[in-house]
């Protein structure tokens, strides 16, 4: 069974100063790991993905998250928020155990930028 | 190149009604999954359908029910609605055989209401 844990249900910062986002997940296999944004109105757009590749992991407007197995943890990060960022931000498992791929989500942390 | 596109986008039925969500995946791929994310929580898994079938499936009672089609869009249906069922329904398209790490994309959502 495979499970995510987001830390934080809202994080609120600064315009220009740094994001984190926490993650934790469990998976009995080697999982595949997404962070996923959603814009009010609008669909899950992924940000970036982990496959068993490098462990730092760079994605779309400036956010990386790093894999730490030892720590079961896939924190999302940026050196400095934007205004557009706001938004929901869902952490993602993947196990494909039986050959499929399905996606187990966060409860998601709202993500709050005020100038 | 369209995406993942859902209708209708907003819906209004009344308890004991049944109702059926309309997906068309992305072109190219051949995998349509089904979420529901209930307001204020993350999308919850309801069944994953290649080649027409049902081919895994989440912790929803029978009343939640599917369909694919030859030409890979995929119907959601439910019966004997309850006010709990009021949610964001989700579609999302992948490409199967392609392993760990497939990208979902996801539609804008069906947002059904239950009075």
């Known amino acids: 069974a495979q499970s995510v844990t987001q830390l934080d249900s809202h994080v609120s910062v600064s315009e220009g100063t740094p994001v984190l986002l926490r993650c934790n997940y469990s998976s009995s296999y080697s999982p595949s790991l997404f962070w996923y944004v959603q814009h009010p109105n609008k669909g899950l757009q992924l940000l970036l993905k982990y496959t068993s590749a490098a462990t730092l992991v760079k994605g779309i407007n400036g956010f990386e998250a790093e894999f730490k197995k030892s720590e079961t943890s896939f924190h999302l990060t940026k050196p400095s928020a934007h205004m557009s960022d706001a938004a929901e931000y869902f952490c993602?498992?993947?196990?494909?155990?039986?050959?499929?791929?399905?996606?187990?989500f966060g409860k998601g942390t709202m993500l709050l930028v005020s100038p | 190149d369209a995406g993942v596109t859902q209708s209708p986008t907003h819906l209004i039925k009344t308890r004991g009604q049944q109702v059926t969500l309309r997906c068309s995946p992305k072109s190219g791929h051949d995998t349509v999954s089904w979420y529901q994310q209930a307001l204020g929580q993350g999308p919850q898994f309801i069944f994953q359908?290649?080649?027409?079938?049902?081919?895994q499936r989440g912790n929803f009672p029978d009343r939640f029910s599917g369909h694919q089609f030859p030409n890979y869009s995929s119907e959601l249906n439910v019966n004997a609605l309850l006010l709990g069922d009021s949610a964001l329904y989700l579609c999302?398209?992948?490409?199967?055989?392609?392993?760990?790490?497939?990208?979902?994309?996801f539609g804008q959502g069906t947002r059904l209401t239950v009075v």
């Open positions: 359908y290649y080649e027409e079938e049902e081919r």
């Open positions: 999302a398209s992948s490409l199967v055989g392609t392993g760990l790490g497939t990208e979902a994309f």
């Open positions: 993602v498992v993947s196990d494909a155990s039986e050959g499929y791929s399905t996606l187990t």
